[in-house]
């Protein structure tokens, strides 16, 4: 799975601290000024910069892929507005991100990056990032987080009858592929001459490509999409978590090729194959085992409990029954009753400590005792198989993939009506739409 996307973004974040030391040191005057309005917010010069100068950074080795700075500015202004918006429709929904998530949040960002709290606290300020606005980023991009899940738990609901009707259709296609993308938008209720226009752009940027433009730095020049200025990569999807279009283009083109632009509900697109994975079998391994457990309590010690695991385990060993003891010691009330059989199960179904013992111990034989959270247990292995679970994979992939399209969607919904909604005022010289509600 990829990589959790806030921490993809704040690690990225760190990584490029210094160019906002060199903005902050910027003189005065050249930072001041709004650039755009939002409703009841700002977007100041600075905030922008600061910015610009993080994308900047990220294309140090490959400047040529970034568009001219007007252009730049404005796809960077587009983003900031935006994630404004959702962090004002998440204040106002009741949306609140806890000291200690942040603490957390914090500290998987440290541990990524190989170092404590401290540690990442001392790289931030020593490249010139206030701390705080560093948790102040930390706290906005865990809002819009779980807006979005909130939005799409509200929106998005996959039936039983949806799942076997893709089934069905041999809807589900197995194997991912790792696309690029282009969206040239079209507004709603587009007229023939916006149309007309956007496919005239669309079929140039394919032309750019085609003559050797990087198909990156394409999409950071021209595209419309929110992730125009990671180079329009979409990562490794599986072919249902795509839109069936882009999925049916993919599948044509070889490695490294791009389509020509395709019409879609919300513009023209145009995609590249950058990566293909082909699907495998979900072969299983399963175990088959019992086991006692003695609990550490208030009256039973830990030393107690041990003794009293070992002290079974010798009986097993000089011949008594290892089912009845199970019945009569074993405080594992879920299995107890059944002579400690756990029945089959895959080998971290029971936790860390009884899969190592799984691996350590042949079938037949009775482990050491050993230690759990749970308390002190002994194992017997009973038997191993290897189970196709293919056919239940595909019933999960496909409630997946049906839950997937429609947050893609919907969250898409959501978040053109928050800017059709806001009052958005662009100030940024040579930016399109000056003023007025969501422009």
Same mark, same amino acid.
């Given at each position: 799975?990829?990589?959790?996307?806030?921490?993809? #973004?704040?690690?990225?974040?760190?990584?490029?601290?210094?160019?906002?030391?060199?903005?902050q040191l910027m003189p005065t005057e050249k930072l001041d000024g709004i650039v755009a309005v939002l409703d009841g917010d700002v977007i100041l010069r600075s905030e922008l910069e600061r910015q610009v100068a993080t994308v900047q950074a990220q294309y140090a080795n490959n400047p040529q892929q970034?568009?001219?700075?007007?252009?730049?500015?404005?796809?960077?202004?587009?983003?900031?507005?935006?994630?404004?918006?959702?962090?004002?429709?998440?204040?106002?929904?009741?949306?609140?991100?806890?000291?200690?998530?942040?603490?957390?949040?914090?500290?998987?960002?440290?541990?990524?990056?190989?170092?404590?709290?401290?540690?990442?606290?001392?790289?931030?300020?020593?490249?010139?990032?206030?701390?705080?606005?560093?948790?102040?980023?930390?706290?906005?991009?865990?809002?819009?987080?779980?807006?979005?899940?909130?939005?799409?738990?509200?929106?998005?609901?996959?039936?039983?009858?949806?799942?076997?009707?893709?089934?069905?259709?041999?809807?589900?296609?197995?194997?991912?592929?790792?696309?690029?993308?282009?969206?040239?938008?079209?507004?709603?209720?587009?007229?023939?001459?916006?149309?007309?226009?956007?496919?005239?752009?669309?079929?140039?940027?394919?032309?750019?490509?085609?003559?050797?433009?990087?198909?990156?730095?394409?999409?950071?020049?021209?595209?419309?999409?929110?992730?125009?200025?990671?180079?329009?990569?979409?990562?490794?999807?599986?072919?249902?978590?795509?839109?069936?279009?882009?999925?049916?283009?993919?599948?044509?083109?070889?490695?490294?090729?791009?389509?020509?632009?395709?019409?879609?509900?919300?513009?023209?697109?145009?995609?590249?194959?950058?990566?293909?994975?082909?699907?495998?079998?979900?072969?299983?391994?399963?175990?088959?085992?019992?086991?006692?457990?003695?609990?550490?309590?208030?009256?039973?010690?830990?030393?107690?409990?041990?003794?009293?695991?070992?002290?079974?385990?010798?009986?097993?060993?000089?011949?008594?029954?290892?089912?009845?003891?199970?019945?009569?010691?074993?405080?594992?009330?879920?299995?107890?009753?059944?002579?400690?059989?756990?029945?089959?199960?895959?080998?971290?179904?029971?936790?860390?400590?009884?899969?190592?013992?799984?691996?350590?111990?042949?079938?037949?034989?009775?482990?050491?005792?050993?230690?759990?959270?749970?308390?002190?247990?002994?194992?017997?292995?009973?038997?191993?198989? #290897?189970?196709?679970?293919?056919?239940?994979?595909?019933?999960?992939?496909?409630?997946?993939?049906?839950?997937?399209?429609?947050?893609?969607?919907?969250?898409?919904?959501?978040?053109?009506?928050?800017?059709?909604?806001?009052?958005?005022?662009?100030?940024?010289?040579?930016?399109?739409?000056?003023?007025?509600?969501?422009?």
């Amino acid at each position: 799975m990829r990589m959790n996307k806030l921490l993809a #973004t704040l690690i990225l974040l760190l990584a490029l601290a210094a160019p906002f030391a060199q903005a902050q040191l910027m003189p005065t005057e050249k930072l001041d000024g709004i650039v755009a309005v939002l409703d009841g917010d700002v977007i100041l010069r600075s905030e922008l910069e600061r910015q610009v100068a993080t994308v900047q950074a990220q294309y140090a080795n490959n400047p040529q892929q970034l568009p001219p700075r007007a252009e730049l500015e404005r796809q960077v202004l587009d983003r900031l507005i935006m994630s404004k918006l959702q962090v004002a429709r998440a204040d106002e929904t009741g949306i609140r991100i806890a000291d200690s998530e942040i603490d957390q949040t914090l500290g998987q960002i440290a541990a990524q990056n190989r170092m404590d709290v401290d540690q990442l606290r001392q790289a931030i300020t020593r490249q010139g990032m206030s701390w705080e606005q560093f948790r102040h980023n930390v706290h906005d991009e865990s809002l819009i987080q779980k807006l979005r899940q909130r939005v799409v738990q509200s929106r998005v609901q996959v039936s039983d009858t949806e799942i076997e009707l893709l089934l069905k259709n041999g809807g589900v296609q197995r194997g991912q592929l790792h696309l690029g993308h282009i969206q040239i938008t079209l507004p709603d209720g587009a007229s023939p001459e916006q149309i007309a226009a956007a496919q005239a752009k669309a079929e140039d940027v394919a032309r750019q490509i085609r003559d050797g433009m990087d198909f990156a730095a394409a999409a950071i020049r021209y595209s419309d999409a929110q992730n125009a200025l990671d180079g329009g990569d979409l990562g490794w999807r599986s072919y249902d978590e795509l839109p069936p279009a882009f999925a049916e283009i993919a599948e044509k083109l070889q490695i490294g090729q791009s389509a020509p632009p395709v019409r879609g509900p919300n513009g023209f697109h145009i995609i590249k194959l950058i990566e293909r994975r082909e699907a495998t079998s979900d072969l299983v391994t399963e175990y088959h085992a019992r086991h006692i457990l003695v609990r550490i309590t208030e009256i039973v010690s830990a030393a107690q409990a041990e003794k009293t695991i070992r002290d079974l385990r010798a009986r097993i060993l000089a011949g008594e029954d290892f089912a009845k003891l199970a019945k009569e010691f074993s405080n594992d009330t879920g299995t107890a009753n059944l002579g400690g059989d756990m029945g089959w199960f895959v080998k971290g179904a029971y936790g860390s400590k009884i899969a190592e013992m799984l691996t350590e111990t042949k079938v037949g034989e009775i482990s050491e005792p050993f230690l759990s959270d749970a308390g002190w247990h002994i194992l017997e292995p009973l038997a191993t198989r #290897t189970e196709d679970k293919t056919a239940e994979a595909e019933r999960d992939k496909a409630r997946q993939t049906l839950g997937s399209r429609k947050a893609e969607e919907e969250y898409g919904n959501f978040l053109r009506q928050i800017r059709a909604e806001a009052y958005i005022e662009i100030r940024l010289p040579g930016a399109a739409g000056a003023s007025g509600s969501g422009s």
